[in-house]
């Protein structure tokens, strides 16, 4: 029986292949999610320059990993829904835009998170460079 509670169990390495497949998935067939992934690349290099303090690049990264986490639940829930009812639905819909609401909530989040991290010492930096 292929689908009995046995067949489901893995190794904790076949857990992290498995977890890292589908973090290397999101990464090469989700647009979203690279746009992501590069905006988070680009705030580090603004927060390297601007030399942030190891609490802000805490609080950066937990912001990253929340917005990536999201995407990813996003992901699996389109696809979960995609399998479960190939047909348009209404209850599927709704689950699918209820998903790409909580990304929206997240990258909304993320970027006044950004503003309030990295907005007061971007601002000291650009007053001192042109005053």
Request: aromatic share 8%; glycine share 6%; hydrophobic share 55%.
């Amino acid at each position: 029986m292929a689908d009995s509670p046995q067949e489901w169990r893995t190794t904790l390495p076949q857990a992290f292949r498995a977890a890292l497949s589908g973090l290397a998935w999101a990464v090469a067939t989700q647009r979203n999610f690279r746009i992501h992934l590069a905006v988070a690349i680009l705030v580090c290099g603004l927060a390297a320059w601007l030399q942030v303090g190891a609490t802000d690049w805490a609080i950066l990264v937990l912001t990253f990993g929340l917005v990536w986490t999201a995407e990813m639940l996003n992901t699996a829930i389109e696809a979960a829904v995609d399998l479960a009812s190939p047909q348009y639905h209404r209850v599927a819909k709704i689950a699918k835009d209820c998903a790409a609401g909580g990304v929206l909530t997240a990258a909304i989040t993320a970027v006044i998170v950004g503003l309030i991290v990295l907005g007061p010492p971007l601002w000291n930096r650009l007053v001192t460079t042109s005053g």
